[in-house]
């Protein structure tokens, strides 16, 4: 046998396809090499010219021909009902020498080497045919990896393909079968709506403007370069080759940060509980827009004060005053949220029956939209996440035809170069390009887990990446051409206009505007419609994450009961959310924005790119990278793995404990004790790491040095099925 030089240099021709490697359920006995080992060799071999048949049997894997040959014409069957696993055939023409050598993708030995790969049988043509290998009709996958129904074995029967010098056969069990993707665009649209969310539209258009308007665009850039991107990359990589959702995946990386993976189940229920609720408001929006006139045009409302100002309406001779409040943030506050019926957070007040309904309808939709996995849920993001981009290029067109247009948008990309120099820019580029892909929720490693093995995350995480942020600086227009048509019409600054931040953007500034538009009522519908869909894509995604990781970690328990575990996950996420949809709910929700996912999600993230980098080890890593790709990650991206991203995100955490959140809304300063509170809720996530680490330490045997030598190695025997997909390098 060829050394393993001879072997890397063969998996870089591509002449060996990826298969099989370090999966314990593809294990064949001793005898069984004993017997392949006193196997004659072929005296010659026939020429594929003089035998096209043979020809197309050995290259085209999903042809008629391999499925003739998979139906067991040229042996007998009578052993396929004995077998207890489902074996997968596939047919491969290569060099002598080359199948003689030990598998390029394993360090073991090479005799282990050749007990992992299964038997290697020759054709008919003066081959022997005494390690024959029958399999059952479980159908395959060939070149990109998903189902083929062309490469279906018949009712039983051994692999002997005329011609073919060596068939390679490799078994797989029944409970190594994953759930993939229907398409390739289900995942990348799934991606895409996962990562263009609410913050999208109302967060980069605010933080864009209040750092320097253009000149935010370098640091936002830089950020995305050296630590958004590379970060999204890491996690599609990760969950592509270890096939794991969040929690159970750590016992292939550093099993002593297992702890991660349930500190991210935490936060992305956290999120569940607040984030549909702003959901909820935007579905009280869709409801009360079909009218002939929005409730929030006018002054003559039930829940309307003596200090509501429609200037839009009464002439020029009304004056915009400070204690002036419009139509639409009356109806906000008043209406919708009914935050005057709430003293604060020491008074919340009863639920909201109208908002419980919303959110009871919204989380009908999740359910249902990814009970049966990804199945359905790739379906539903075909309208999900391709809907807003349909209403945002409406939305813009008819901002751009506004009056004042113009103003808004020289205030959103005029650059101040000065505020460079300051450092909280810096920070609100890294934390918004952060916040914006959303590595560390757990979201990206369970899509990327249903991809097939070979599928170029690579070129996923460029593509869906630029996507997002592309949308979040085409939303700043949307946004932007509005506030100056508002300051247009207000005879005020765009930035007097631009003050409402959050939500509020949405909910006040630009509902007002599209109250005062030419068909208001249309344009209300498909806006709030918009905000709906956007919301759904990130719950979807966020929910199958936590689902994923707990169905991974507890496959006995929850693999044949998804839809009632589903069940139960909406559930309680909609108990959870009860608080925010009382009358001072929206303070709750503020609270959680902002300790629940902002500094513990850092935090998690900075530990899985420690884990992975130095722990795991980047060598490694980019080993791994190659076996899915076929190439090594370059100098950039290994740089930004173990230096600039930790840096990166280090940045980011220090910039939150020594600038933590002030908690304000509307005009409700928050007590010192929510504070306090803030904080247990974020910790309340976090405290999984060190908890399970000193879990782990304690109930592993041995010297300390010895568990901690072992806490921090993988777990042997990765059952990675990667059998059932064939790269086109055949």
Request: hydrophobic letters at 45%; a neutral charge.
């Amino acid at each position: 046998m060829r050394g393993s030089a001879e072997a890397k240099q063969c998996l870089q021709n591509e002449i060996f396809p990826l298969l099989c490697v370090d999966n314990p359920a593809f294990l064949r006995s001793e005898e069984d090499e004993s017997d392949q080992s006193q196997q004659p060799q072929p005296q010659q071999r026939r020429k594929r010219e003089g035998h096209p048949a043979q020809h197309s049997q050995s290259r085209g894997l999903s042809g008629p021909s391999s499925s003739t040959a998979a139906d067991g014409r040229h042996g007998n069957g009578n052993n396929s009902s004995t077998s207890s696993t489902t074996p997968i055939a596939v047919a491969m023409e290569m060099n002598e020498p080359m199948m003689r050598e030990s598998s390029p993708l394993s360090s073991a030995p090479e005799n282990e080497g050749l007990q992992e790969k299964g038997r290697l049988i020759r054709g008919d043509n003066g081959a022997p045919q005494g390690t024959e290998k029958e399999f059952a009709g479980e159908k395959g996958s060939v070149s990109n990896g998903y189902p083929s129904a062309t490469q279906s074995p018949g009712e039983g029967g051994t692999v002997a393909m005329p011609g073919c010098p060596r068939t390679l056969v490799v078994q797989q069990t029944p409970g190594s079968h994953r759930e993939t993707w229907s398409k390739k665009m289900d995942f990348l649209l799934s991606v895409i709506g996962y990562a263009v969310d609410l913050g999208n539209v109302w967060r980069f258009p605010y933080i864009c403007y209040q750092n320097g308007g253009g000149a935010f665009l370098l640091p936002y850039l830089l950020m995305a370069l050296f630590g958004g991107v590379p970060l999204f990359y890491m996690e599609l990589a990760l969950g592509q080759y270890h096939r794991s959702g969040c929690i159970s995946i750590w016992k292939h990386i550093c099993p002593i940060f297992k702890g991660i993976g349930f500190a991210i189940c935490i936060i992305a229920l956290y999120i569940a509980f607040y984030y549909n609720t702003i959901m909820a408001w935007a579905m009280y929006y869709f409801l009360s827009s079909f009218n002939y006139q929005l409730p929030w045009t006018s002054c003559g409302n039930p829940w309307n004060t003596i200090n509501c100002t429609n200037y839009l309406q009464s002439g020029d001779n009304v004056t915009w005053e400070p204690h002036s409040i419009s139509p639409a943030e009356e109806f906000y506050t008043r209406r919708v949220l009914q935050v005057h019926r709430s003293g604060g957070l020491h008074d919340l007040g009863s639920v909201s029956w109208q908002l419980a309904l919303c959110l009871l309808f919204i989380f009908t939709i999740v359910y249902f939209s990814i009970w049966k996995g990804v199945k359905t849920s790739g379906k539903v993001v075909w309208v999900t996440a391709t809907f807003p981009y349909v209403v945002l290029l409406v939305l813009l067109v008819r901002g751009a035809t506004l009056p004042g247009a113009w103003r808004g948008v020289v205030f959103y990309l005029k650059p101040d170069w000065s505020k460079l120099l300051s450092t909280t820019v810096w920070v609100d580029a890294a934390a918004q390009i952060f916040f914006s892909l959303g590595p560390g929720f757990g979201v990206l490693l369970a899509f990327a887990s249903y991809n097939p093995f070979h599928n170029n995350c690579y070129k996923d995480a460029i593509v869906t990446s630029s996507i997002n942020c592309l949308t979040s600086f085409m939303s700043g227009f949307v946004i932007f051409t509005v506030l100056g048509y508002m300051a247009e019409m207000r005879h005020l600054e765009v930035s007097e206009v631009a003050k409402d931040t959050g939500p509020s953007l949405l909910f006040i500034t630009y509902a007002e505007a599209i109250a005062n538009m030419p068909a208001s009522t249309f344009f209300a519908i498909i806006f709030f419609l918009m905000i709906i869909m956007l919301g759904l894509d990130s719950t979807f995604a966020g929910l199958e994450g936590v689902i994923t990781a707990m169905m991974d970690e507890f496959p006995d328990l929850l693999s044949k009961r998804r839809e009632l575990f589903v069940l139960g996950i909406i559930s309680v996420c909609f108990l959870g959310a009860l608080t925010t949809l009382t009358y001072g709910g929206a303070y709750v929700v503020k609270l959680f924005e902002d300790y629940a996912t902002g500094a513990p999600v850092i935090i998690v993230v900075f530990l899985e790119v420690i884990a992975v980098s130095w722990f795991y080890g980047m060598p490694r890593f980019c080993r791994d990278v190659q076996l899915m790709l076929g190439f090594s990650p370059g100098w950039y991206w290994r740089i930004c793995w173990v230096a600039i991203c930790p840096i990166f995100l280090l940045f980011i955490i220090c910039s939150f404990l020594v600038f933590p959140p002030q908690l304000k809304l509307f005009h409700y300063d928050y007590p010192p004790w929510s504070t306090v509170l803030g904080y247990c809720i974020g910790i309340s996530s976090f405290i999984c790491v060190p908890a399970y680490m000193v879990y782990l330490l304690v109930v592993t045997p041995g010297t300390l040095k010895q568990r901690l030598l072992k806490s921090i190695t993988p777990e042997p025997g990765i059952e990675i099925p990667r059998c059932d997909i064939i790269t086109n390098a055949v």
